[in-house]
């Protein structure tokens, strides 16, 4: 099974991070994307980001389709880190081409993560270009330092079998949206306090991730 996961405070979740997975899943011939919920993002303010329930739920009302799958695993298995969240689901499922997916937006500062020279090491990597980092992503500290290692984005659908280091910088059409504009938006609305997620169906969960509780 090839899985991309996409990680993120999804808060809240919006098109522009359904545009990201849904990207990866056509461009990488994926069998699911798992949209990892982090309980908090140690590089953001927790008083800036909502409940895990209400941004599970955000995430849900986005993530269409038995393909992508919605999921709390990092909060279950107390992982803060994205290099200990791939360390413990490599482990459990060694069968699975796990490839780890995030925006242009969030290569920019990717050099920030802990460890994040061993996460290339450790999962391929597929970036999907986002409007606000075109350039910037791409010349970024990460892209420099692993650009050896980067794939044509043709040859994308072999990404989940490479060896890491291995990425692909996936480009295309460009959605705008943004996780800041739709806060400052609520919060400017008549008794605005934050986002009010919309609630979508619970996408069945793959034998790759515990189920997952409702919430």
């Known amino acids: 099974m090839r899985v991309g996961l996409f990680g993120g405070s999804f808060n809240p979740a919006h098109a522009g991070h359904a545009h990201?997975?849904?990207?990866?899943?056509?461009?990488?011939?994926?069998?699911?994307?798992?949209?990892?919920?982090?309980?908090q993002n140690p590089l953001k303010a927790a008083h800036q980001t909502a409940p895990l329930s209400a941004r599970m739920a955000s995430a849900r009302a986005l993530a269409r389709g038995p393909s992508m799958i919605v999921s709390d695993a990092e909060t279950r298995i107390g992982a803060q880190y994205t290099l200990d969240t791939l360390r413990v689901l490599k482990a459990r499922f060694p069968g699975v081409h796990f490839v780890w997916l995030m925006g242009g937006d969030n290569l920019t500062s990717f050099h920030r993560w802990r460890g994040w020279v061993e996460?290339?090491?450790?999962?391929?990597?597929?970036?999907?270009?986002?409007?606000?980092?075109?350039?910037?992503?791409?010349?970024?500290?990460?892209?420099?330092?692993?650009?050896?290692?980067?794939?044509?984005?043709?040859?994308?659908?072999?990404?989940?079998?490479?060896?890491?280091?291995a990425w692909v910088y996936l480009r295309g059409p460009l959605n705008f949206d943004s996780s800041t504009a739709l806060r400052k938006a609520a919060q400017l609305a008549p008794g605005g306090e934050g986002f009010l997620p919309q609630h979508g169906h619970l996408a069945p969960q793959p034998p790759v991730i515990p189920s997952q509780p409702t919430v």
């Open 119 to 165: 996460i290339m090491r450790f999962t391929p990597m597929a970036v999907v270009a986002r409007p606000d980092s075109l350039q910037k992503s791409r010349a970024g500290v990460a892209a420099r330092r692993f650009a050896h290692a980067r794939l044509p984005s043709r040859e994308g659908p072999r990404l989940p079998l490479a060896g890491p280091p």
């Open 20 to 39: 990201v997975a849904q990207t990866a899943l056509k461009r990488l011939a994926l069998d699911r994307v798992i949209w990892l919920v982090t309980p």
